[in-house]
């Protein structure tokens, strides 16, 4: 029975070279080619099991013009033809054509854009702005895929229970057709414990005319706040502008008014 001639199907990877370092491929393409072959039974084993293939190379730069973008595979025959012995006949190549879509890259500074939800733990604060490293980047791709993009983002970082200070390294949603300078930013991350105060600040009026005297009662106000510790002794009474607007009052001298911070 082996003696018989037969069909099978193989695959060969398919390698696209001589690609510009500023030009990209913008569309989806195989990486395998599926090879229809026929021939004797014992001649096809060794092609269905256990035999490695070398790539095919398909040389993308002749699409660079872009006055062409389909590529037959049948001018794929002659270095297939190498890797077939005598005796095997190529029936028919998958697929026929491939569309190859090139075009030139080009570069872009954009902003990116933190994907971040971050709890404290209890009795924890930030003691400095969540600052991210680098704040942009530079992008690379078509014109028209470029035009479209205002930021880079994130993927999404999740933490909870924060009490330490960290530095994170967070990765980049993949842009299709487009690269970037960096695969990812750090996140500098700084809490530290906080702790209740109080302090008893003047009310001031405002708008108060130069022809008019208002006396107010009381005078000073208690302001009760949440501080780190770090900043513990920077904060007093003169950190606070509490006031009453003057014009807020009634035409009786018995006037409740709405202290402002």
């Not at 005796?87 to 190549?93: A, D, K, L, V």
């Not at 990116?112 to 939800?117: Q, Y």
């Not at 983002?153 to 999740?158: A, G, M, P, Q, R």
């Not at 900043?231 to 014009?247: L, P, R, T």
């Amino acid at each position: 029975a082996l003696r018989k001639n037969y069909e099978t199907v193989i695959q060969i990877p398919i390698s696209y070279v001589n690609l510009p370092n500023d030009y990209i491929i913008t569309n989806e393409l195989p990486q395998k080619t599926r090879i229809t072959i026929t021939g004797r039974g014992t001649s096809l084993l060794n092609y269905r099991y256990g035999k490695d293939f070398d790539s095919v190379k398909i040389d993308v730069s002749r699409f660079i013009s872009r006055k062409r973008e389909l590529f037959h595979t049948r001018e794929l025959m002659d270095p297939l033809k190498k890797q077939i012995k005598d005796g095997i006949q190529i029936e028919r190549i998958y697929p026929d054509t491939i569309r190859i879509k090139v075009a030139k890259q080009e570069e872009k500074v954009v902003p990116i854009k933190l994907n971040a939800e971050i709890e404290l733990s209890q009795q924890y604060c930030f003691c400095d702005t969540l600052k991210m490293v680098p704040s942009e980047l530079t992008i690379y791709g078509p014109r028209e895929v470029l035009d479209s993009i205002s930021f880079a983002e994130t993927d999404s970082l999740i933490l909870f229970d924060v009490k330490d200070t960290l530095r994170p390294k967070v990765t980049l949603k993949k842009v299709p057709n487009i690269t970037f300078s960096r695969n990812d930013v750090e996140l500098f991350i700084c809490t530290e414990p906080f702790t209740e105060k109080s302090v008893d600040a003047p009310i001031l009026i405002s708008n108060l005319p130069q022809t008019r005297n208002l006396r107010i009662f009381p005078s000073t106000a208690t302001v009760h706040y949440q501080i780190g510790l770090s900043s513990y002794d920077k904060i007093d009474a003169s950190s606070f502008a509490i006031e009453v607007d003057y014009n807020e009052t009634a035409l009786d001298e018995d006037s409740k008014l709405t202290i402002h911070l």
